[in-house]
């Protein structure tokens, strides 16, 4: 999704929007080598104190998103007919809905980490079960709103009901992009504990008077 976006706005800024799907390739691959050392830059980050800043960040660019796509829906959901909708989706479609809500809920591997760092870990489940509260019902209303205003003609991607190479639709994919991006590391950030608990290359670097 970030490559393929962001070598589509700059395609767009270089007045090539609708180049050769090699050229596009290209522009991907630009991309991916740009961000590839920054990524994992920020996926060394072994403290979540130092994340943090990351994924608030990332948050305020997602709900940034997010606030501008309902606004400019606004007009498809008060439209007059609806956009027609089906009461329930066909049993085939269950494996889809299941791993796109895994997809959602992908942070979940930070439980413990996030459990182990807190001042206070005896208020771990009220704080979880509030925060998964909340993104649900964040979910629930941002999907049931799209899926109202364009009924089955609602794209996969909410972004592509935006106007096509306006300001608006690259702030908000950048946006997607920044926030997809910036919390990439909060969910390595378990892998990389499980790693280094198995395989201690830093203690094996120190060792070797590779400071780390």
Known sequence: YIGDNLSQMVLNAMG???????????????????????LIAMCSLRS?????????????????A???????SLPAFFSIPPAPVEAAAPASSLPI???MAVYCFEGIGLALPIENAMHTPQDFRQVWLGSMLGVTMLYIAFGSFGYLAYGDA????????????????SFVKAGVC????LTFPMMMFPVF???????????????????L
């Open 48 to 64: 979540l104190k130092g994340l943090t800043p990351l994924a608030v960040l990332g948050s305020a660019l997602v709900f940034s």
């Open 193 to 211: 504990e499980i790693w280094e608990a198995k395989w201690p290359i830093r203690n094996l670097l120190r060792v070797k008077g590779m400071g």
């Open 16 to 38: 090539e929007p609708d180049s050769k799907a090699t050229h596009h390739r290209t522009e991907t691959l630009l991309v991916y080598t740009v961000l590839l050392p920054a």
């Open 66 to 72: 997010v606030l501008c796509v309902v606004f400019f």
């Open 178 to 181: 920044g926030c997809l991006f």
């Open 97 to 99: 809905f299941f791993s």
């Open 154 to 169: 609602v794209p996969s991607s909410i972004t592509d009901t935006l106007p096509s190479a306006s300001v608006v639709s």
